[in-house]
């Protein structure tokens, strides 16, 4: 194992944050209604446990470590598989219990992800919500991000427009640890700087519309133009979650506030902007309580 950048641990901390304060919300909006979330309530559980968005991310955190910043697709499938059979109670999809139940049967993965869904493979956004650390461990090389972002990607979801909102969340993470000490890009600028990058796709049309909205756009309507993840899929989730994290470079506490106000996959669409956000930031300006009610990351060595 080698030590791992700064940048990478403060991504892999705000995705955590990010993904188990947006997953107290489903409990809270079904038990109180959005009043609670128009009140910021903080969510009153003693333990904010996160969901399989941070077991995988600290897979890849793993991979990545023991890799030296590579990634080996066999490896990579058997530890998702392996940190799946330790914990199978981490919010997975439908379609992953089955991915990852075969993987760990000992089928071979290419096989299993080229057949689902009638051979055009998962578009779902479980790759994206993982791969913000790997942007801020490759930020140097932003080829280096978009290739290893793909090979992690196509380990679980191979359909191209996973593999693009992959891409667009580990370029993001990228350009937020690029920026580390210095002004932070606005909005718009940082948002076409993602959708130059990626292939064309309509995760990069989501991008480009949301680098094109109003100043003053709310919530609200950047969750109805963009989409906040009901779908689940890559190009519905994506561009509105770099959407919130563009919008809050400099403040993870206010981006994770903004991001759930769209409800939609919140645990999800938390997590890729804080782990965008944070791979500038760090986490350290949350609030204590926060800190103390966040469930720890277990080791990564």
């Known amino acids: 194992m080698i030590k791992l950048p700064a940048a990478v ?46 077991a995988q991310a600290v ?59 009638d ?3 998962s578009w779902g956004n479980g790759a994206a919500m993982r791969v913000a650390p790997l942007g801020a461990w490759h930020a140097a090389d932003l080829d280096a991000v978009a290739a290893r972002a793909a090979e992690q990607s196509v380990v679980s979801h191979h359909h191209p427009e996973a593999v693009a909102g992959a891409v667009a969340v580990a370029l993001a993470a990228a350009l937020a640890t690029r920026s580390r000490g210095g002004p932070a890009p606005d909005r718009p600028d940082f948002l076409r ?12 049309s989501g991008v480009r519309v949301a680098s094109r909205m ?10 109805e133009v963009l989409g906040s993840g009901y779908r689940m899929s890559g190009p519905d989730t994506v561009p509105y979650a770099l959407w919130c994290a563009a919008g809050h470079l400099d403040d993870l506490h206010e981006g994770l506030w903004s991001t759930v106000a769209g409800r939609g996959d919140i645990d999800t669409t938390c997590a890729i902007a804080g782990g965008v956000i ?17 469930e720890p990351l277990p080791p990564l060595g």
């Not at 910043?69 to 530890?79: H, K, L, P, S």
């Open 119 to 121: 051979g055009q493979g």
């Open 278 to 294: 944070a791979a500038r930031t760090g986490v350290a300006a949350l609030p204590p309580t926060w800190h103390a009610a966040r």
């Open 9 to 54: 641990l403060d991504s892999l901390s705000g995705l955590a944050f990010g993904d188990a304060f947006g997953d107290r919300w489903f409990g809270i909006l079904r038990r109180e209604g959005p009043a609670a979330l128009e009140a910021r309530i903080v969510p009153p559980e003693p333990l904010w446990q996160w969901s399989d968005d941070t």
């Open 59 to 117: 897979v890849l955190v793993r991979e990545l470590a023991e890799g030296a910043g590579t990634i080996d697709q066999d490896r990579f499938a058997r530890r998702l598989a392996e940190a799946y059979a330790e914990d199978t109670h981490r919010g997975y999809g439908a379609s992953m219990h089955d991915v990852l139940r075969r993987f760990g049967a000992g089928e071979p993965w290419r096989e299993v992800v080229a057949g689902q869904f």
């Open 214 to 223: 109003p100043a003053r756009a709310s919530v609200r309507h950047a969750a």
């Open 193 to 204: 700087a993602v959708a130059e990058l990626l292939p064309d796709s309509d995760v990069r």
